[in-house]
């Protein structure tokens, strides 16, 4: 999907591209869409449901449910809201509310898709029943297990039969399993620790689907993963659904896995940017750039320069970046890419994705975050 606001952008040089902007390297992004696709092709198990947090976007979600993905997780109604209007027709919300405005929103947009949501107390269901009665449809439930995340979720054993009991006996929701991802285990930077992290994971929702089956529930979904354990989880066989999504991007946080030989996981690259402009050299071995806390993200540290060993961030405030210069001096308008920390916060403060391919802009597709208008690029 391309705005025809965007359209102005295409075919023009990257030089052409106003600074700061959020740009998409497209072969790498293509690479690492192509290599979790064919890793979890269509009708194979588990199968892949890409988180959408990280892009926001129903283009890039119709690009993974082409190439094999059952649909998408989202975090918020909102996130979910644009995926069902932009055309996705499976939509999980990884997480649980006890906002009725919220659920009859979900309930809504049951009516034009599968809406599916994690439970973690008789209240979420209590509600959710309420609101997909009144909009006389049907609501997805899974039940959350804390698998290490200590944040949602149920204890692993005995504590989800009660859950899913008054899921199966709520007229308008259908139970479908466990919500079981753990954000812990994604950014353990060495191998040997995430693979026990997993197992960990895999012997709690054991000893849950084991608790659900001596009580006679049928479990048919257990979702979880992420980019950094996607391989490791799939191969224990934990999950019918893996849900990476930073996989497409990556980011300077993930760039620091480390694979079972100890040397930098690189399968997935780098393929987001936000590019900026150098706008002062005034300062002997230093330079500012026109990026800052209001364009790149800063929760997992400073951005990093992509591509040239001789400039390092060490200052960053609201619109400017201030890099150490090693080498010869950069030049008044020259252009830097960087490297956020996290990929997700980066992109939440965009309104479009630059793709960039060959030196020229191929594709702009905007951001979508629900009630924010995206102004012409
Ligand atoms: C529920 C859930 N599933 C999956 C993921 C994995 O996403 P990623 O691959 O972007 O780390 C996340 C990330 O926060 C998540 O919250």
Redesign the pocket.
């Given at each position: 999907m391309m705005t025809s606001q965007g359209r102005g952008m295409i075919g023009r040089s990257i030089d052409e591209i106003d600074t700061p902007a959020l740009v998409v390297d497209l072969d790498a992004f293509e690479r690492n869409l192509d290599l979790m696709a064919r890793r979890f092709p269509a009708g194979g198990q588990p199968v892949l449901r890409?988180?959408a947090?990280?892009h926001k976007s129903p283009a890039i979600a119709a690009m993974q449910v082409a190439r094999g993905a059952i649909g998408v997780?989202c975090?918020t109604v909102d996130e979910a809201q644009v995926m069902v209007d932009g055309g996705i027709g499976d939509v999980l919300l990884?997480?649980v509310t006890v906002s009725p405005a919220k659920l009859s929103r979900l309930a809504a947009l049951a009516r034009r898709a599968r809406v599916e949501l994690c439970v973690d107390n008789p209240l979420h269901i209590e509600l959710a029943e309420r609101a997909a009665a009144a909009a006389d449809g049907v609501l997805h439930a899974r039940v959350e297990i804390n698998v290490g995340g200590n944040r949602c979720g149920v204890q692993p054993g005995g504590e989800a039969v009660p859950l899913a009991q008054a899921i199966l006996a709520a007229h308008h929701l259908r139970f479908t399993g466990l919500?079981a991802?753990s954000?812990n285990a994604?950014h353990e930077h060495d191998h040997a620790q995430r693979v026990a992290r997993c197992q960990g994971i895999a012997r709690d929702v054991a000893a849950t689907r084991a608790a659900l089956a001596a009580a006679g529930i049928d479990v048919q979904v257990v979702?979880?993963?992420?980019?950094?354990t996607?391989d490791i989880d799939a191969d224990l066989g934990t999950y019918t659904e893996i849900?990476?999504?930073?996989?497409l991007f990556m980011d300077g946080y993930?760039l620091r896995n480390r694979g079972a030989d100890g040397r930098a996981d690189d399968r997935f690259a780098a393929s987001l940017f936000v590019l900026g402009t150098v706008v002062s050299s005034a300062r002997r071995g230093h330079a500012v750039i026109d990026v800052g806390t209001k364009t790149i993200g800063t929760d997992r540290g400073l951005p990093q320069v992509a591509d040239r060993d001789d400039l390092t961030v060490t200052r960053i405030s609201d619109e400017h970046i201030v890099l150490e210069v090693r080498g010869a001096a950069l030049r008044l308008g020259e252009r830097v890419r960087l490297v956020a920390g996290n990929?997700?916060p980066t992109v939440n403060l965009h309104n479009h994705f630059v793709g960039v391919r060959g030196g020229r802009v191929e594709s702009a597709w905007p951001i979508l975050r629900a009630g924010v208008r995206v102004l012409p690029l």
């Open positions: 890409p988180h947090k990280p997780c975090q990884t997480n919500q991802y954000g994604q979702g979880g993963a992420g980019t950094g996607w849900q990476a999504g930073s996989y993930y990929c997700e």
